[in-house]
């Protein structure tokens, strides 16, 4: 069964250092997502990208974060300059064109930032 | 943000028994229901899902059930297996188009299920 791969499964950071979280989504899929989840907290939305450009974005995805699709199969979510409430679970998800309610997430990347 | 929300942290059920999940949510624009299961160290798992045009969807052992008037849907198990025993969110999205993949979630209610 085809499914999302999400890497690294965990990173350690320092503040203020860059990260870059890396998604293969499934091949066929159009729409891509990240959410993350604070430890105690809900699963919250940050963006969608469809058609290589940021669809809807919350307001916690601000100017510190971006997202792109470098080369047809890869979907990553950087964050330029860490902070210790960057500290989560993100999760990547996507879906086909058609809305059938599905959004397959993958296992997710746990981010620390000391 | 309190717009979906699952007012049970937890569940407890024995085996063989219905579990039944609740969820409420605020927001008139939703119109499209789903229900994730998670297991620790795993992302969501999709359950079911619902439109707002219908009352009730069932999979299996799944139904889901909606009720508009009062904003409020809930999913139903049974019979509960102790395989079951996860964290269930509650999720919703609507307003179609590129914005139906923005789901809201709740709080999410642990379930667990007893041989």
């Known amino acids: 069964e085809p499914e999302v791969t999400q890497t690294p499964s965990h990173q350690v950071t320092q503040m203020g250092q860059e990260v870059i979280l890396r998604c293969v989504p499934i091949?066929?899929?159009?729409?891509f997502y990240w959410y993350r989840q604070i430890l105690g907290q809900k699963v919250e939305f940050l963006v969608s990208?469809?058609?290589?450009?940021?669809?809807?974005k919350s307001e916690i995805f601000d100017d510190q974060f971006s997202v792109e699709r470098p080369d047809g199969s890869n979907f990553t979510l950087k964050i330029r300059s860490t902070k210790l409430e960057d500290s989560a679970m993100y999760f990547c998800a996507s879906r086909t064109d058609s809305y059938t309610g599905e959004l397959f997430f993958g296992e997710g990347s746990r981010l620390t930032v000391l | 943000d309190q717009q979906v929300k699952q007012n049970s942290p937890s569940l407890s059920v024995q085996e063989g028994r219905i579990s039944i999940l609740n969820c409420d949510y605020t927001n008139s624009m939703f119109d499209y229901f789903l229900w994730y299961k998670k297991y620790p160290a795993e992302g969501p798992t999709f359950l079911i899902s619902i439109s707002s045009i219908k009352d009730k969807n069932e999979d299996g052992r799944f139904t889901v059930f909606l009720n508009k008037s009062a904003k409020h849907l809930s999913l139903h198990i049974v019979p509960s297996q102790p395989g079951d025993s996860a964290v269930y969110f509650c999720?919703?999205?609507?307003?179609?188009?590129?914005?139906?993949?923005?789901?809201?979630f709740g709080q999410g209610t642990i379930l667990t299920v007893h041989p």
């Open positions: 999720a919703a999205t609507g307003a179609g188009g590129t914005s139906y993949g923005k789901l809201t």
């Open positions: 091949s066929n899929h159009l729409y």
């Open positions: 990208f469809y058609n290589n450009e940021i669809s809807e």
